[in-house]
Every structure is written in C-alpha cells, then in structure tokens.
C-alpha cells in the first residue's frame, strides 16, 4: 500500500511538473507585422512629427541590421495621401526606409516577438491633408513581411 501511494505521489508530481512546461511559442520565420497606433506630435520648430508603433512575430529572430551596416533598412513605408476624396501614393523624393536595430533573441528559442517604433518626419504635401502609410518590415534574410496600413491622419495646416 505504501509503494503504492508513493507511485501514485510520484504519478502526480510528474504530471504537475509536464503540464506546468509551456510551450514556446514559435512563428513563421517571414515577420508578421501588426498595426498599433501612429501618433502625431508637434516638434519645437513647428512642423507634426509621427510616431508609428507596429507589432512584430518572427520565427527565425533575424530582425534589425548590424551597426557597422550603414546601408542596410528593415522598414519599408510608403505615403498615401487623400486627393480630391481618393487616396493615392503620394511621389516622394526619397523612400521611407528605417533601420532596426540588431535584435537576437534569448534563451533557446529562436522566435522574437515585440514592438518597433517609428519617428515619422514628414513635410506636408498639402496643408490640412489626410494621409496614411503602407508598412513592410524585411528581416535579414530578406523575408518581406505583410504590408500594413496605418490610421489616417490629418495634417496640420501651415
């Protein structure tokens, strides 16, 4: 009766023990983005600034670039503007590209998840405009995550 008892202790420890392990938690090795919020601000020489805040999943955690790589960009952002009612890609000088820092993950799991936040300088095309932005973040082997789109914003009027 004893042994018995003993398996029956020894039974529910082990059972305790593997129901309490979690599972970690594993992803797609292309980055899954998600849209959190974009935030205007208005900077001490006058002009709105932005703020993008997006989630992020990779199954891989090979997000951000190297800081002794200058030309490398992991966030990809594209400006609509509205033009007599309809949006359209506004045409930029430049591309919206940012950097992310190198991130590593911990621990044995290869999986990151996170956010990444975005200053946002923009010069306004249009006083009293809305816009919004198409986002993409590419991790390090080039995956391209999904594209998305922002909150509209109101520009301010000049």
């Known amino acids: 009766m004893k042994k018995f008892i003993s398996f029956l202790l020894a039974l529910s420890i082990g059972m305790f023990s593997l129901s309490s392990c979690s599972d970690e938690e594993t992803y797609p090795v292309t980055p899954v983005i998600a849209f959190k919020s974009l935030e205007k601000y208005q900077s001490l020489s006058g ?8 989630s992020f999943t990779d199954g891989d955690g090979d997000i951000g670039s190297a800081a002794s790589d200058t030309f490398g960009r992991d966030v990809y952002a594209r400006l609509f503007e509205r033009n007599n009612g309809v949006f359209e890609e ?16 911990r621990g044995n799991n290869s999986s990151l998840k996170g956010d990444i936040r975005i200053n946002i300088d923009y010069n306004i095309l249009r006083p009293n405009d809305t816009i919004y932005y198409k986002v993409a973040l590419e991790d390090r082997a080039g ?12 520009t301010r009027i000049q």
């Open 143 to 154: 995956n391209r995550s999904n594209e998305i789109s922002t909150a509209t914003i109101v």
């Open 90 to 105: 506004a045409p930029l000088s430049a591309p919206l590209e940012y950097r992310v820092p190198y991130l590593e993950p």
């Open 47 to 54: 002009l709105d600034s932005l703020v993008l805040t997006f």
